[in-house]
């Protein structure tokens, strides 16, 4: 079954605006712990390197913990909720999807998560592959069987 069954005219989210998307990310997350690091007494030192993590010790790992958790919790909770995306695709204009062009559920989004793992194995093979796949989806996409549309231009049958 494919997306196109369900959605006229879609448009997916290509290459370069997802990896737009995945930058503005990656700068919200580090924004967001090292604030979370300085509201739980951390230096600006302590929560960089927490955030980097580099050289984290032991007396910093109940911290690491955390912000690993807080990550997680990013990119699976935020896919699943109303926004239907992380805060940088929602900046970009994008969401993801279910085959019938729905909100995934928690359960989806954790296996899409999951899944980006191994689209990072071999030298991000699974994320070039949205570059040449017609519907422009990575192998996590086609392992959780998800699309990545941009919302704009978006409209179910």
């Given at each position: 079954m494919s997306i196109r069954?369900?959605?006229?005219?879609?448009?997916?989210?290509?290459?370069?605006s997802r990896f737009?998307?995945?930058f503005l990310d990656f700068i919200i997350l580090s924004i967001l712990l090292l604030?979370?690091?300085?509201?739980?007494?951390?230096?600006?030192?302590?929560?960089?390197?927490?955030?980097?993590?580099?050289?984290?010790?032991?007396?910093l790992a109940q911290e690491q913990s955390l912000f690993y958790i807080v990550t997680i919790a990013y990119y699976i909770i935020l896919p699943a909720t109303p926004l239907r995306a992380t805060l940088g695709k929602w900046v970009m204009r994008l969401q993801i999807v279910n085959v019938q062009g729905n909100r995934?559920?928690?359960?989806?989004?954790?296996?899409?998560?999951?899944?980006?793992?191994?689209?990072?194995?071999?030298?991000?093979?699974g994320f070039l592959l949205i570059i040449f796949h017609p519907e422009k989806r990575g192998l996590h996409d086609l392992m959780a069987n998800t699309y990545v549309m941009k919302r704009d231009h978006f409209i179910k049958k």
């Open positions: 069954q369900h959605v006229l005219h879609p448009e997916f989210g290509g290459f370069w737009i998307a995945s604030g979370l690091g300085k509201l739980i007494g951390l230096t600006t030192a302590e929560a960089m390197e927490v955030v980097s993590g580099l050289n984290v010790g032991m007396d995934i559920s928690l359960l989806r989004s954790i296996g899409r998560y999951l899944a980006s793992f191994v689209s990072s194995v071999i030298l991000f093979a």
